[in-house]
């Protein structure tokens, strides 16, 4: 029989955000958006970002409001960024839409501030100018690719003689 864990084995879970955190942490990202969204990764840059991040946490501590680590602010950007990509994502899926049906979900300010602070990172608007799933063959290649094998590639993996 399978033995149940005690409750002090158990992983407390953490008290809800509330929205002046929030605020608070979109605010003090914002603020140092170009650090922590650095490419680079060595030792002084990664040192400070750890250092921003534990500057943001102790900041969002002294609300008083609950005791959040570095690593619980840092996930929960993470968390907000990936909810208004795909909010955002949805929102852009409805404009191709040709109408009919419900209207869409209004994005929320929360989404908006977050989608104005990142609208210049390609992972979040895509890429500009180009169709990411247009694959362009040149006619050429392909007429040379079946004189040389006799196969015609239907599929990436198919061919066919």
């Not at 929102?91 to 209207?103: D, E, H, L, V």
């Amino acid at each position: 029989m399978a033995e149940f864990p005690d409750d002090a084995d158990k992983k407390k879970r953490s008290s809800n955000w509330d929205s002046a955190e929030m605020t608070m942490l979109q605010q003090l990202v914002n603020d140092n958006i170009t650090v922590i969204r650095s490419k680079l990764t060595n030792s002084i840059t990664n040192s400070k970002k750890n250092g921003i991040w534990k500057d943001i946490s102790s900041k969002i501590n002294a609300l008083g409001l609950h005791s959040r680590s570095d690593k619980e602010v840092k996930t929960k950007w993470q968390n907000l960024q990936t909810k208004a990509k795909k909010e955002y994502a949805e929102s852009m899926k409805y404009r191709a839409q040709t109408g009919g049906g419900p209207a869409p979900k209004a994005l929320t300010s929360e989404t908006e501030n977050i989608v104005e602070m990142m609208k210049d990172c390609s992972s979040f608007v895509g890429l500009k100018g180009s169709e990411s799933s247009m694959v362009t063959v040149n006619l050429e290649e392909k007429l040379q690719f079946v004189a040389n094998t006799g196969y015609m590639r239907i599929k990436e993996n198919i061919l066919l003689p």
